[in-house]
């Protein structure tokens, strides 16, 4: 570690690469938001079951036990810190889907291609249409989180792969 040596945002390789993203990747991220959003407003304020009321009273009380991770426990609390209605847990995983969705797709697309860009979008509204993705993404469980982590974590390997694992991507 050296002191001396400023530490500048815009030398960020995850920085320029957001400066990059173009509206072909805001049309990927708005279909499955948007949709999810909308079945967010239909079953509002989410799905919850006995799982997301039992997480929800660890962080009410402050008594946390090992029947659902401390760490998805804490992303909860914060959400709910942010803005005190379980709303804003499923904004938080329909916003990671989005991202993480749209992330995969910029990168297997050529830059040029309007053909490519088409048949993205047509897949995105076919997994964002799909009923059982839009009420997994606005259900409180921890396993939703997990699951779309498990996806990128399957696309940063294939990333790795590709680039003959120089890590040097995001």
Not at 49 to 59: A, E, G, K, R
Not at 132 to 155: E, P, Q, R
Request: aromatic letters at 20%.
């Amino acid at each position: 570690y050296n002191k001396n040596m400023k530490f500048k945002l815009s030398e960020l390789n995850l920085f320029s690469y957001i400066t990059k993203l173009s509206y072909k990747d805001l049309i990927i991220f708005l279909i499955p938001f948007t949709i999810f959003m909308y079945y967010l407003y239909i079953y509002n304020p989410g799905v919850l079951t006995f799982d997301s009321f039992n997480q929800l009273s660890q962080i009410t009380s402050h008594d946390f036990n090992n029947i659902h991770p401390f760490f998805h426990t804490f992303i909860e609390m914060m959400c709910l810190k942010l803005y005190p209605n379980t709303k804003s847990i499923a904004i938080l995983q329909i916003l990671t889907f989005s991202m993480m969705w749209m992330i995969i797709c910029n990168y297997t697309r050529s830059e040029n291609s309007k053909k490519q860009l088409g048949i993205q979008i047509i897949i995105t509204f076919i997994i964002s249409l799909i009923p059982i993705n839009a009420i997994y993404s606005i259900t409180l469980w921890k396993d939703i989180l997990f699951s779309y982590f498990l996806m990128f974590l399957s696309f940063l390997t294939y990333v790795l792969i590709d680039k003959d694992y120089d890590v040097n991507y995001l």
